[in-house]
């Protein structure tokens, strides 16, 4: 963190302008030795200065350049931003004569990175700045920014504080057992405040999987025996949506066929060549990858014929489906009707892909499945990614064990273990687990006038 860091901040292509940004202790000494008036050592901070970028007595390029000193920085170290003339040889001619002066390339997503260890955001907030750079759609946008200003990173403030409540009342017990009226944990105030964080910690995890089907999509799998029409209701679909959203690498591990935007909704439709491959061979091949796309998807589109009668190998799969989100997706409509389907199933559209019926109130179905209208994105506390979520569920379970202790009059210094191992899970969601810490705090609280 001694050294002084550099990148092009701006997309390398061919623009108006382009940014590179140095931040670090000798970042506005080491801009100053290449700028040709060499008075960025006396402006003052927050201010752009007009000048050119010069190697020894050959002028590269007219800039601006921003100064700012730390701490009011986002790094919270001296920033220098140049902007340059948006061309690839002289940006990055600039970007050498920086190498050639005493920066160091800054390896990606460093300077925030350098927010974070300098305290100046926390670690939602530094995924909040990725998220935001990714962001895909209206919705994601707005979650991202959610995330960024902190929300986030207050709720889990704000947990941790509930549960330094908690352990407060159960240090009491410990120290001072002779006062029978804090003994009771269950009735008195440990239970309900438990109950209470556990509402709220439910509360984020379901927000945070709708952020997830917002931000990355719906792994979605048609399926369905041979012939029943599953590549017509593909193409229907893709053909219908003008919006088909490119490919991004990375955003999911499944090949995707398609993707379709529905309303900000964002289906990825995985590849299910392997069932269509099984045309010529038995059956019960394509029932069983039927039941591997079932457990990968999010959701199912399952395709029947209304032409035909309803075979076992399909009650086999209609009974799989149960626990799923699913659609049950009757085609070819436009022929004479000999499927009768089992009491008891949900989510049936008829369609006809091949007189294009039915197909806008297949997509109205999906929409009305994940509900994602009635989200109101500016409320929604999330957390993005895999290992907040995981770090999340942990710190649940943990409580949950000793919730279940409490009732059951374990010890409290065993039921103490749990709490204080969740309050350190869900510190690690935002970088600043210490146990000495949770000591200061516990002591900074609740003195107990002693
Ligand atoms: P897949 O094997 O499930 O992918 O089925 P296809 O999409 O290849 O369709 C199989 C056959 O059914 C093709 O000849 C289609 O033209 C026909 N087909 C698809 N949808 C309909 C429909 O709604 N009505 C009728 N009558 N035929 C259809």
């Given at each position: 963190?001694?050294?002084?860091?550099?990148?092009?901040?701006?997309?390398?292509?061919?623009?108006?302008?382009?940014?590179?940004?140095?931040?670090?202790?000798?970042?506005?000494?080491?801009?100053?030795?290449?700028?040709?008036?060499?008075?960025?050592?006396?402006?003052?901070?927050?201010?752009?200065?007009?000048?050119?970028?010069?190697?020894?007595?050959?002028?590269?390029?007219?800039?601006?350049?921003?100064?700012?000193?730390?701490?009011?920085?986002?790094?919270?170290?001296?920033?220098?931003?140049?902007?340059?003339?948006?061309?690839?040889?002289?940006?990055?001619?600039?970007?050498?004569?920086?190498?050639?002066?005493?920066?160091?390339?800054?390896?990606?997503?460093?300077?925030?990175?350098?927010?974070?260890?300098?305290?100046?955001?926390?670690?939602?907030?530094?995924?909040?700045?990725?998220?935001?750079?990714?962001?895909?759609?209206?919705?994601?946008?707005?979650?991202?920014?959610?995330?960024?200003?902190?929300?986030?990173?207050?709720?889990?403030?704000?947990?941790?504080?509930?549960?330094?409540?908690?352990?407060?009342?159960?240090?009491?017990?410990?120290?001072?057992?002779?006062?029978?009226?804090?003994?009771?944990?269950?009735?008195?105030?440990?239970?309900?405040?438990?109950?209470?964080?556990?509402?709220?910690?439910?509360?984020?995890?379901?927000?945070?999987?709708?952020?997830?089907?917002?931000?990355?999509?719906?792994?979605?799998?048609?399926?369905?025996?041979?012939?029943?029409?599953?590549?017509?209701?593909?193409?229907?679909?893709?053909?219908?949506?003008?919006?088909?959203?490119?490919?991004?690498?990375?955003?999911?591990?499944?090949?995707?066929?398609?993707?379709?935007?529905?309303?900000?909704?964002?289906?990825?439709?995985?590849?299910?060549?392997?069932?269509?491959?099984?045309?010529?061979?038995?059956?019960?091949?394509?029932?069983?990858?039927?039941?591997?796309?079932?457990?990968?998807?999010?959701?199912?589109?399952?395709?029947?014929?209304?032409?035909?009668?309803?075979?076992?190998?399909?009650?086999?799969?209609?009974?799989?489906?149960?626990?799923?989100?699913y659609i049950i997706v009757i085609n070819k409509s436009d022929l004479p009707n000999k499927l009768t389907l089992p009491e008891g199933i949900k989510n049936v559209v008829q369609i006809s892909a091949l007189n294009d019926t039915g197909i806008d109130e297949l997509k109205a179905k999906i929409k009305e499945i994940y509900n994602l209208e009635e989200i109101e994105v500016e409320d929604m506390t999330y957390l993005s990614n895999a290992r907040s979520i995981a770090l999340i569920e942990e710190a649940k379970n943990l409580l949950e064990e000793a919730n279940k202790n409490i009732e059951s009059d374990i010890p409290v210094d065993m039921v103490e273990i749990d709490i204080k191992e969740a309050w350190s899970k869900l510190g690690e969601i935002i970088g600043e687990t210490y146990q000495e810490e949770l000591i200061d705090q516990l002591f900074s609280q609740f003195c107990?006038?002693?």
């Amino acid at each position: 963190m001694n050294d002084t860091i550099t990148a092009i901040s701006t997309a390398l292509g061919v623009g108006a302008i382009s940014i590179i940004r140095v931040s670090g202790k000798d970042a506005i000494k080491i801009v100053n030795g290449i700028t040709k008036r060499k008075k960025l050592d006396k402006v003052e901070s927050h201010t752009i200065n007009y000048d050119y970028i010069v190697d020894g007595d050959n002028v590269i390029d007219e800039v601006l350049i921003s100064v700012m000193k730390a701490p009011r920085t986002f790094t919270m170290e001296d920033v220098v931003e140049i902007n340059a003339h948006g061309g690839i040889s002289t940006t990055n001619y600039i970007l050498k004569l920086l190498l050639k002066n005493g920066c160091r390339l800054a390896e990606p997503g460093e300077f925030t990175k350098r927010a974070f260890l300098n305290g100046r955001i926390d670690l939602t907030e530094a995924e909040g700045v990725m998220d935001l750079i990714n962001a895909k759609t209206d919705k994601s946008h707005k979650l991202a920014i959610n995330q960024l200003n902190g929300k986030t990173s207050n709720l889990i403030k704000e947990l941790r504080q509930d549960i330094i409540e908690i352990l407060a009342n159960i240090e009491v017990n410990i120290d001072y057992p002779e006062y029978e009226d804090i003994v009771d944990l269950k009735t008195k105030d440990i239970g309900p405040k438990m109950d209470n964080l556990l509402k709220k910690i439910n509360k984020i995890l379901n927000d945070s999987n709708n952020a997830i089907l917002i931000n990355d999509g719906i792994k979605t799998s048609i399926i369905g025996k041979p012939n029943v029409g599953k590549s017509s209701l593909l193409n229907r679909l893709l053909n219908e949506d003008k919006a088909i959203v490119t490919d991004i690498e990375g955003t999911t591990r499944d090949i995707v066929e398609g993707k379709i935007s529905l309303d900000g909704l964002l289906l990825n439709i995985i590849d299910t060549a392997g069932i269509r491959e099984t045309d010529n061979l038995v059956e019960s091949i394509g029932v069983k990858k039927s039941l591997e796309l079932i457990d990968n998807s999010d959701l199912i589109l399952y395709v029947l014929n209304n032409n035909t009668e309803l075979s076992d190998s399909e009650k086999e799969i209609l009974d799989k489906l149960k626990d799923k989100n699913y659609i049950i997706v009757i085609n070819k409509s436009d022929l004479p009707n000999k499927l009768t389907l089992p009491e008891g199933i949900k989510n049936v559209v008829q369609i006809s892909a091949l007189n294009d019926t039915g197909i806008d109130e297949l997509k109205a179905k999906i929409k009305e499945i994940y509900n994602l209208e009635e989200i109101e994105v500016e409320d929604m506390t999330y957390l993005s990614n895999a290992r907040s979520i995981a770090l999340i569920e942990e710190a649940k379970n943990l409580l949950e064990e000793a919730n279940k202790n409490i009732e059951s009059d374990i010890p409290v210094d065993m039921v103490e273990i749990d709490i204080k191992e969740a309050w350190s899970k869900l510190g690690e969601i935002i970088g600043e687990t210490y146990q000495e810490e949770l000591i200061d705090q516990l002591f900074s609280q609740f003195c107990l006038g002693k």
